[in-house]
């Protein structure tokens, strides 16, 4: 009996592997390259899972490589990027599965936006931008107001979003846009403004559980580079309990009906705002911090969603652990990366500090302003989210990101 994983995050695979095993599966991993997983991986006992190398874009490839499976009985699509192959698969494959016109709904940000505008769960609708010509900015303008966020309709990691606060920033995000390769379509909408926290969530039969939200400290304006997260954040009972029954909406209304998501919003002056809807659980160490805060492996709950059946965690008090916090360690330049110095500080610091990395040496690291810049993360737990998150920034705080000038080769490169 066999589940695949099309692909995965950067972390996670572990806990993957093992919530199968409890559950009487063997796990699949689909992947174009191994060397992604190298710490998780590392890590798992020689044959803990079965590793196949092939094309994850090509639908037909894959498919035809699943229907030889013998005994398999669910997919796991966990990432961004694959989510629509993911939806493609299990349809062909008649695996259990959401509905995929509710996946490729969550992939058009626009889309989303206006079902909740529709849905009155949001105070403003996407505008589109086909042609950045003279009349149709005065016409962006006009409805979308300033300041305003240009996006993205399917971007990834705060790729390709431009915050703009003036009619000079209008013109300069514009070009910069037109000179992108997006993996969607431009549009515009309103720029929210207050915290930004994600709130990591478990559906099914189209009722939600709040397993906690996650803070979300980004860069300075005008980039939106992540860069710290704690979970879980400590809410008051009474506005705990009203961000749940919200989210039960904003899930219901683009049809959403089982399974995790991981839901970005603003918690702005007049009430939640959606920034966007992801149809997966967290990335980066979100996993890892929920499995370790909840005192459960979150990871049987996505097994078990792939194989159709009502994850036990609906339901039931969790054991609970310590809050957790990690920050991503980025370099102070673009360039080859070289290695990390003040690793050897950790262990003598408080909240179990690690570092777990992304990169490994001789990587090109280009672009700092969003999340493809980071070379690892520092992870730090606490007796609460915000003195976890204290402890994260002090261990990152003893950590340079090396990296050489481009064109020199790094060490290991």
Partial sequence: MTVACLESLTFGLGHLVRAADRLGERLLLLTRDPSYYAYELDRLPDGALDVVVTDTF????????????????????????WTLAGAALTERLGL???DPTVLRLTRDKAAVRNRLHDAGLTRARA????????EARGLLLKETGLPLVLKDTAGTGSQNVWLVRDK????????????????????AEPYFSGPVYSAETLTWDGRTRLLGVSSRLMSPEPQFREEITAFPVAFPGPQRTSLERWLDRVLAAIGYTDRFAHVEFVQTADGPEVVEVNPRIGGALVGEGMCRALGVNV???MIEAALGRRPRLMVGDLPGGPAVAFVLGYPAAPGVFSGVVGLDRLPGMPGKPAWYPVKQAGDLIEHLDDSRGYAGIVYAEAETAELATHRAVAAAGALRVLTDPAGREAPGG
């Fill in 299 to 301: 990871y049987e709950a």
């Fill in 127 to 134: 505008v589109e931008v086909a042609d950045p010509d003279r």
């Fill in 168 to 187: 000079g920033e209008l013109d300069a995000a514009l070009t910069e846009a037109s000179r992108r390769d997006l993996k969607g379509r431009l549009f």
């Fill in 58 to 81: 090509d639908v037909e490839r894959t498919a035809d490589l699943l229907r030889r499976v013998p005994g398999l009985r669910g997919l796991i699509s966990s990432t961004d990027t």
């Fill in 96 to 98: 259990p599965s959401i």
